[in-house]
């Protein structure tokens, strides 16, 4: 009769912990440094020699380096004819960890926690002791990160795959024959500038706070002689009070960008008062259940909500705001779209993007 295997105790899962937590920690130096990709170009079990001369790296790092992957179960070691020491990235491993993953790229995401951790764990810490708020630019190289990391996913899906989904294919139907767009917390302008390169009949405005960012997108916009797209520097919660841009757009997007809002309902409120009353709105947002007992066996909910713990919660947090976090919910967004005025609203899962749904909303 074969024994059942007995639980693990919480040492042992004390042990897993750290060596996961070590491991994506090397993983994500290894995906900067650019050494998955490098191992997946070769196809084969080839030196650390071999891994440094194609990657311009110092070998000793790189030796060290392989001894996590290869304890951790990322890269093989096998033994050359020669007794020299051979290492490989199965294809399998390559075709989550590497730039030609696209949409399917998990590799990039290891960069993500140590990268919050070196710009904000201090004033996390500080935060459990006064519970304050942490702006904005004490993220520069995570919004960085976020950025790099926005390119390579709408540049795969945005036009092609995503927006032909939007109410029913109507959407590039009206974008194609020309109509008003606002990317709302645009960022440095990637959304603005794909959907103003696909659709030039159409015109295109990208609104953020941070004047850094949209000097970037304005840039960017110029250097691709794109005419038909503009970026303004506008807080999103004081557009329900001012009058200048009310009813202009027939179509407003935010992707990933009201959770960290620190007046979220008033910056959905603002939304409403923009949009023309024919107009429609997507939002995207965080794939997720309001309250913690919903996210229990969510698959990664336990990155979410470090991450949300480490940025999107303390950035909206900051002047005494709102502090929703990454994880506020479906059923949350569902409520506070509704008192924002949205008539309408269908929840649908993003196709090519596990990590968010689209809040289709009417006005």
Same mark, same amino acid.
């Given at each position: 009769?074969?024994?059942?295997?007995?639980?693990?105790?919480?040492?042992?899962?004390?042990?897993?912990?750290?060596?996961?937590?070590?491991?994506?920690?090397?993983?994500?130096?290894?995906?900067?440094?650019?050494?998955?990709?490098?191992?997946?170009?070769?196809?084969?079990?080839?030196?650390?020699?071999?891994?440094?001369?194609?990657?311009?790296?110092?070998?000793?790092?790189?030796?060290?380096?392989?001894?996590?992957?290869?304890?951790?179960?990322?890269?093989?070691?096998?033994?050359?004819?020669?007794?020299?020491?051979?290492?490989?990235?199965?294809?399998?491993?390559?075709?989550?960890?590497?730039?030609?993953?696209?949409?399917?790229?998990? =590799?990039?995401?290891?960069?993500?926690?140590? $990268? @919050?951790? +070196?710009? #904000?764990?201090?004033?996390?810490?500080?935060?459990? %002791? /006064?519970?304050?708020?942490?702006?904005?630019?004490?993220?520069?190289?995570?919004?960085?990160?976020?950025?790099?990391?926005?390119?390579?996913?709408?540049?795969?899906?945005?036009?092609?795959?995503?927006?032909?989904?939007?109410?029913?294919?109507?959407?590039?139907?009206?974008?194609?024959?020309?109509?008003?767009?606002?990317?709302? =917390?645009?960022?440095?302008?990637?959304?603005? $500038? @794909?959907? +103003?390169? #696909?659709?030039?009949?159409?015109?295109?405005?990208? %609104? /953020?706070?941070?004047?850094?960012?949209?000097?970037?997108?304005?840039?960017?916009?110029?250097?691709?002689?794109?005419?038909?797209?503009?970026?303004?520097?506008?807080?999103?919660?004081?557009?329900?009070?001012?009058?200048?841009?009310?009813?202009?757009?027939?179509?407003?997007?935010?992707?990933?960008?009201?959770?960290?809002?620190?007046?979220?309902?008033?910056?959905?409120?603002?939304?409403?008062?923009?949009?023309?009353?024919?107009?429609?709105?997507?939002?995207?947002?965080?794939?997720?259940?309001?309250?913690?007992?919903?996210?229990?066996?969510?698959?990664?909910?336990?990155?979410?909500?470090?991450?949300?713990?480490?940025?999107?919660?303390?950035?909206?947090?900051?002047?005494?705001?709102?502090?929703?976090?990454?994880?506020?919910?479906?059923?949350?967004?569902?409520?506070?779209?509704?008192?924002?005025?949205?008539?309408?609203?269908?929840?649908?899962?993003?196709?090519?993007?596990?990590?968010?749904?689209?809040?289709?909303?009417?006005?």
């Amino acid at each position: 009769m074969k024994k059942e295997s007995q639980p693990k105790s919480f040492a042992d899962k004390m042990v897993d912990i750290l060596n996961y937590g070590s491991l994506n920690l090397a993983m994500g130096l290894g995906y900067r440094a650019g050494l998955f990709d490098v191992m997946d170009k070769k196809n084969r079990p080839c030196t650390a020699n071999d891994i440094c001369e194609k990657s311009g790296l110092d070998l000793r790092y790189v030796n060290e380096w392989l001894g996590a992957m290869v304890c951790g179960g990322i890269v093989e070691m096998v033994d050359g004819a020669d007794g020299h020491q051979l290492f490989n990235l199965p294809k399998a491993h390559g075709d989550v960890l590497t730039r030609r993953a696209g949409s399917n790229n998990l =590799g990039v995401y290891t960069q993500e926690i140590p $990268l @919050l951790t +070196a710009c #904000a764990m201090d004033r996390v810490f500080q935060g459990f %002791l /006064d519970g304050g708020g942490i702006s904005y630019k004490h993220y520069p190289e995570f919004h960085d990160f976020m950025g790099q990391l926005g390119d390579a996913k709408h540049r795969e899906v945005l036009v092609d795959v995503f927006l032909p989904t939007v109410n029913g294919g109507q959407l590039v139907f009206d974008l194609q024959q020309g109509i008003d767009v606002c990317d709302m =917390g645009c960022a440095q302008g990637l959304v603005t $500038l @794909l959907m +103003a390169k #696909a659709f030039p009949a159409s015109r295109f405005t990208g %609104l /953020d706070i941070s004047a850094e960012a949209l000097e970037t997108a304005r840039a960017a916009a110029l250097e691709n002689g794109l005419d038909n797209a503009r970026f303004e520097q506008r807080d999103a919660a004081e557009l329900a009070v001012t009058s200048d841009l009310s009813r202009s757009f027939d179509y407003i997007t935010a992707f990933d960008a009201i959770h960290d809002q620190t007046r979220p309902l008033e910056a959905l409120k603002g939304i409403n008062e923009i949009l023309k009353d024919d107009g429609v709105f997507s939002m995207i947002d965080i794939a997720a259940e309001t309250g913690i007992a919903g996210n229990k066996n969510h698959s990664m909910g336990t990155f979410l909500y470090t991450v949300s713990l480490m940025h999107c919660m303390p950035v909206g947090l900051a002047n005494g705001g709102a502090g929703l976090g990454m994880m506020w919910g479906r059923q949350l967004a569902e409520k506070m779209l509704k008192q924002a005025g949205f008539s309408h609203v269908t929840v649908n899962h993003m196709p090519s993007d596990s990590f968010n749904l689209h809040f289709f909303c009417e006005k």
